[in-house]
T-cell receptor, first 113, second 110 residues
Framework: DGGITQSPKYLFRKEGQNVTLSCEQNLNHDAMYWYRQDPGQGLRLIYYSQIVNDFQKGDIAEGYSVSREKKESFPLTVTSAQKNPTAFYLCASSIRGVNQPQHFGDGTRLSIL | SQQGEEDPQALSIQEGENATMNCSYKTSINNLQWYRQNSGRGLVHLIL?????REKHSGRLRVTLDTSKKSSSLLITASRAADTASYFCVLNFGNEKLTFGTGTRLTIIP
């Protein structure tokens, strides 16, 4: 079955530590996205990538970094510069184009120790 | 803000009843999408309706779009306990990004 796999499901970060969230898809989608969701809120876009080796900042990119070395993979690093990282992080992918739905993974919940 | 505003924020109905959720927005859109999110899970795409369409159906779901009023509604007929989830109105303005509302939390009472 095709889909998006996010790992780990739960992650804990110590002060001053960088952590990396994994996102892998086998849907052969060109576009991939990272979102942050806070309790009772909608999703906010962190970074997105339309093609391998290219990515753009979303609305809340400060304190985060990404890479897109392979079509299937779009890891997100939450750096120590992100002062309020506790949130639910969702990865999505889609076929390129404006009238395409996005397919989501099941998320990673990040907490601070 | 360019995000859609869902109404109501929370809705509880008896199993078997119909559920209606509304979304209003302020800026012209290219398409509007509805997604469902079960607690602690990712989002699932339900329906995409383009700006030149007025109504779409998918199983027990019916979505309408009125671009003159800048509003959309999602109707779930004959609700089931498994429909308990948050439902998000999501806007596309003609680029490859989506703008999410804060959602309607639907509870189906068995």
């Amino acid at each position: 079955d095709g889909g998006i796999t996010q790992s780990p499901k739960y992650l804990f970060r110590k002060e001053g530590q960088n952590v990396t969230l994994s996102c892998e898809q086998n849907l052969n989608h060109d576009a991939m996205y990272w979102y942050r969701q806070d309790p009772g809120q909608g999703l906010r876009l962190i970074y997105y990538s339309q093609i391998v080796n290219d990515f753009q900042k979303g609305d809340i990119a400060e304190g985060y970094s990404v890479s897109r070395e392979k079509k299937e993979s779009f890891p997100l690093t939450v750096t120590s510069a992100q002062k309020n990282p506790t949130a639910f992080y969702l990865c999505a992918s889609s076929i390129r184009g404006v009238n395409q739905p996005q397919h989501f993974g099941d998320g990673t919940r990040l907490s601070i120790l | 803000s360019q995000q859609g505003e869902e109404d109501p924020q929370a809705l509880s109905i008896q199993e078997g009843e119909n559920a209606t959720m509304n979304c209003s927005y302020k800026t012209s859109i290219n398409n509007l999408q509805w997604y469902r999110q079960n607690s602690g899970r990712g989002l699932v795409h339900l329906i995409l309706i383009r700006s030149n369409e007025r109504e779409k159906h998918s199983g027990r779901l019916r979505v309408t779009l009125d671009t003159s009023k800048k509003s959309s509604s999602l109707l779930i007929t004959a609700s089931r306990a498994a429909d308990t989830a948050s439902y998000f109105c999501v806007l596309n303005f003609g680029n490859e990004k989506l703008t999410f509302g804060t959602g309607t939390r639907l509870t189906i009472i068995p």
